[in-house]
């Protein structure tokens, strides 16, 4: 039988990176999305020695450029007859300052990258993904983006929530298409989810975080292998749905 594939971008580093390793445990072809492709090839490199019998390519794949994700749509056309699992992970934090101080280009390219790029990459891989059996879109989100959150004096996060509203405002739009695509899609065996990773050790947070990569990228691993009882259009932790 051949493998379920999967496409993950921003999957060089950090919890895409860990996300592949976790999909190739689990039985995938994965394409590992990088927007530099020398630094794709050496994650790949990494995962085939972490992982006996890997089947793992590097893709060079930078979300905010159209011809680009094109280019890996075509590319992946060409390869493979359907495409199982999309993991839009790709993500930058923007500045850390009080939404008073948030430079608007700084907002704006954030939005590039979080909400922008995941809609982009989703919308030039849905044939391939309408092509599989039942495929999954897992949008990597986090729970700063929930109005619900930040509205909540008691949310034990507040204080540093309120300090990146380019960084929450975007995965609030990735969290509203989530909702909206699944609604969409509804009639189809394909599920669309926002999931949060939960504080984890990568770049993003200069590795302040305090989980593993590689037990946060479980819960992606989860909705990527949905069953077709599973949830769509939802919001998920590891504890289960978050408040919008
Ligand atoms: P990370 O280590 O900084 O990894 C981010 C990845 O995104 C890198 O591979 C980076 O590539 C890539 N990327 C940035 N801009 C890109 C673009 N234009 N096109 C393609 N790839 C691009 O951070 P991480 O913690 O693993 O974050 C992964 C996701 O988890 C993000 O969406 C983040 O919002 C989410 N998240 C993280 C945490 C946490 O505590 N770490 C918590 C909640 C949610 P380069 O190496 O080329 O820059």
């Known amino acids: 039988m051949n493998a379920r594939t999967a496409l993950v971008t921003g999957a060089n580093r950090g919890l895409?990176?860990?996300?592949?390793?976790?999909l190739l445990e689990a039985g995938f072809q994965v394409f590992l999305g990088s927007r530099d492709q020398a630094r794709g090839e050496e994650a790949a490199d990494l995962l085939r020695r972490n992982v006996d019998g890997a089947l793992v390519s590097?893709?060079?794949?930078?979300?905010?450029?159209?011809?680009?994700?094109?280019?890996?749509?075509?590319?992946?056309?060409?390869?493979?007859?359907h495409l199982d699992a999309l993991v839009n992970n790709a993500g930058i934090s923007g500045p850390r300052v009080w939404p008073s101080e948030q430079p608007t280009d700084a907002m704006k390219?954030?939005?590039?990258?979080?909400?922008f790029g995941p809609h982009r990459v989703t919308r030039s891989l849905l044939p391939l993904l309408r092509a599989a059996p039942a495929a999954r879109i897992v949008n990597v989100s986090t729970s700063s983006g929930s109005l619900g959150n930040v509205a909540d004096p008691q949310w034990p996060y507040l204080a540093n929530a309120s300090r990146t509203l380019g960084y929450s405002a975007s995965k609030a739009a990735l969290n509203m298409e989530t909702i909206q695509l699944a609604y969409e899609l509804r009639d189809t065996k394909m599920k669309v989810n926002a999931i949060c990773p939960g504080y984890t050790a990568t770049a993003f947070n200069a590795f302040k975080g305090t989980r593993d990569p590689l037990v946060s990228a479980q819960i992606i691993v989860t909705y990527a292998t949905l069953e077709d009882d599973g949830p769509t259009g939802g919001f998920f932790d590891e504890q289960g749905a978050i408040r919008w």
Do not use: K, M, W, Y
């Open 16 to 22: 895409g990176l860990a996300a592949c390793q976790r």
């Open 58 to 81: 590097a893709v060079a794949l930078d979300v905010t450029d159209e011809a680009s994700v094109s280019s890996t749509a075509e590319h992946l056309e060409g390869l493979i007859p």
């Open 109 to 115: 390219q954030t939005f590039e990258v979080n909400f």
